[in-house]
């Protein structure tokens, strides 16, 4: 089961800011938050991670609460092609190599 | 920099057939990992394999298998395909295990 709960589905207008809320209330010490997202049956493409600081790279920022129960994903300016299936991922322990994808939020920008 | 490389794009089998998925993993990868997306089902771990050793599997049955060859790229074969093994197969690779996984573009299996 994936450890991370996130909402079905949101909504995002074209050019605002997409924030994408996970929750991973049951997060070990030495687990990273991972992000991916998946255009329509392409392969999922990494976006960011972090372990405990908020984290930025040219896709998005990376915002983990200081109790690391919770992270939102900042996409800054939303464009069409942000329009994915956005999956917040908790791995780290046990080098086990699986990344467990939950149901994912599926994010519409509008224009 | 070249990204994680599958082939073919698509494959279409009849039941009970052999399929044969291959992998080339980023250049300096040494770990490569399997997953199969079914249509509507979320992503499921197959296969997690480094140094051309296997280290983890997923809960698939036997006749998923699979191989690590000495240039880290890597084949999946799904032997006695049933029409539930229809579905997109990923690969993906990480520079060392644990690290961040980079996914290809995938296989389309489709099994009639």
């Known amino acids: 089961d994936a450890k991370t709960t996130q909402p079905t589905s949101m909504d995002c207008a074209e050019g605002r800011a997409a924030n994408l809320p996970c929750n991973h209330s049951t997060i070990s010490g030495n687990e990273y938050v991972y992000w991916y997202r998946q255009i329509h049956s392409q392969g999922p493409q990494y976006i960011i991670h972090?372990?405990?600081n908020n984290e930025t790279n040219e896709m998005a920022s990376l915002i983990i609460t200081e109790d690391r129960k919770s992270s939102t994903l900042i996409l800054p300016h939303a464009t069409l092609r942000d329009t994915a299936v956005y999956y917040c991922i908790v791995t780290g322990t046990g080098n086990t190599g699986k990344l467990i994808f939950g149901q994912g939020t599926t994010l519409q920008v509008k224009p | 920099e070249a990204g994680v490389t599958q082939s073919p794009t698509h494959l279409i089998k009849t039941r009970g057939q052999q399929a044969t998925l291959r992998c080339s993993p980023i250049?300096?990868?040494?770990?490569v990992y399997w997953y199969q997306q079914a249509l509507g089902l979320g992503l499921q771990f197959l296969l997690w394999y480094d140094e051309g050793e296997e280290r983890n599997r997923g809960n698939f049955p036997p006749r998923f298998s699979g191989r690590q060859f000495p240039n880290y790229s890597s084949e999946l074969n799904v032997n006695a395909l049933e029409l539930e093994d229809s579905a997109l197969y990923l690969c993906?690779?990480?520079?060392?295990?644990?690290?961040?996984?980079?996914f290809g573009p995938g296989t389309r299996l489709t099994v009639l």
């Open positions: 993906a690779s990480s520079l060392r295990p644990a690290d961040t996984q980079y």
């Open positions: 972090g372990l405990k």
């Open positions: 250049s300096g990868h040494t770990s």
